[in-house]
């Protein structure tokens, strides 16, 4: 379907409690759960016809730099809600942050669900209205999408795809492979609320925490970041796999060797505790707000200065450096003067965390 074309028409209405097989067999019961749900949740200002594209203009997308960028990720979290956040509002932030990264302004976002048969109507709802309340706070559109039904037991409830378009400005050269020995390795805050957050609101462990998800659309501070430090030579989000993975990454990708310093890596004292507790490495949960970035070592203090007067950038710490030692080795000064090895992500701390 594609939100953005004219002319405008009459919405359908659904009357149902519970998706059904219907819903997903192209008839007029699937025309009105889009409708009901997703159109009347998604609809801009602009008259909307359902095409199975979405068109833009290149002359104003060419008028907001000189590449595109584009990116997809699917959604399967567990539960569907959970504190500060819930199953469409990660979707929405999550493609928005990988826009993001690459330094592009996100501009348009698809969104493609598999629903389960049997999954309430209002739940569903709510969704949808948590993804377009999403949108609307990240500065972009819903613009097309795709809806599916499967029969119970074929997906758990709710699958969301969602693909980003967005523009990256002229002279911004982000890269992953760009680290250089002596760069300074900063983060923007409080690492692993997301994924002590989600662990907590599953409740197998009977652990109680008010811990909440760092869910949150990073384009706004990495803009001021890369005002303020524009040598700034790659930034990744650390969702999935925590900033160990991302740091091993950027090692392996750059030739560097990178150590960070346990004393500096900001933890908030209940995450630590949870970590302690279930025997977690706080280093490896997933994070939905969190960035790391590499910058040379003249632009250090201007980048820790921007980022925290910016409300995402509070806590933020430089927490090491590159250095060099080992191509792709990555280390921890612990609290107690030794040193650790910091390996990639082997096998899942924990299962559908985003």
Sequence with gaps: MNLMSP?????????????????????????????????????????????DQARFELAALAAQGDRLAFTTDS???????FPGGDIGKLAVFGTVNDLAVGGAKPL?????????????????????????AAARQAGVAIVTGDTKVVQ????????IT???????????Q?????????????VNGLLGDHGAAILA??????????????????????????????GTRTIR????????????????ASGVAIEIEEAATPLREEVRGFCEILGLDPLYLANEGKIVLAVPPAEIDAALAAMREHPLGACAMLIGHAYPGEAGRVTMKTAFGGKRIVDMLVGEQLPRIC
């Design 75 to 81: 959604f399967v979290v567990d539960p569907l809600f």
């Design 201 to 230: 609101a599953r409740g197998d462990l009977a652990l109680e925490t008010e811990i909440e998800s760092d869910c949150a659309p990073l384009h706004g501070l990495i803009d001021v970041i890369l005002k303020a430090a524009p």
């Design 7 to 51: 002319p405008p028409r009459k919405l359908g209405r659904i009357h149902v409690p519970a998706v059904t097989l219907a819903h997903g067999g192209g008839g007029k019961a699937m025309k009105d759960l889009i409708d009901d749900v997703f159109v009347s949740a998604f609809a801009s200002a602009e008259p909307q016809a359902l095409e």
């Design 237 to 252: 989000d650390a969702t999935r796999g925590g900033i160990a993975t991302v740091l091993n990454e950027m090692a392996e």
């Design 174 to 186: 982000l890269a992953i492979g760009a680290i250089r020995r002596g760069d300074g390795i900063l």
């Design 108 to 132: 348009y976002l698809s969104c493609a669900v598999v629903i389960e048969e049997g999954m309430k109507i209002d739940e569903l709802r709510r969704v949808a209205q948590s993804m377009a």
């Design 152 to 159: 119970r037991g074929a997906c758990d409830k709710l699958f």
């Design 162 to 172: 969602t693909t980003g378009v967005g523009v990256i400005p002229v002279g911004i």
